[in-house]
């Protein structure tokens, strides 16, 4: 979010607690094709993160995530959902 603050063009995201945030961010957000990544706030390598194609997989998802606890014994408190960025990873 500094990186946007600062008028640098970045992935949209939303750190959600609870399934009606995650709603609420896709309308607003009205990806097409439908590609959001789920994934942990907290977490190790690729533990728990989900490349969603629909908003049913996306809500599996933000379930699986929210209130697990995660390989570092940390409780996740939510889901970070991401717009899924497509290019080259460095």
Request: proline share 3%; with cysteine; hydrophobic share 40%.
């Amino acid at each position: 979010e500094t990186v946007r603050k600062a008028g640098i063009r970045a992935v949209k995201q939303i750190m959600a607690n609870c399934w009606l945030q995650v709603e609420e961010f896709i309308s607003d957000f009205s990806p097409y094709p439908f590609r959001v990544v789920a994934k942990p706030n907290f977490g190790a390598g690729s533990d728990d993160v989900f490349l969603c194609k629909s908003k049913d997989e996306l809500k599996k998802a933000f379930i699986t995530i929210n209130g697990k606890v995660n390989s570092l014994g940390i409780v996740n408190d939510g889901a970070l959902v991401q717009e899924f960025l497509e290019g080259t990873e460095y």
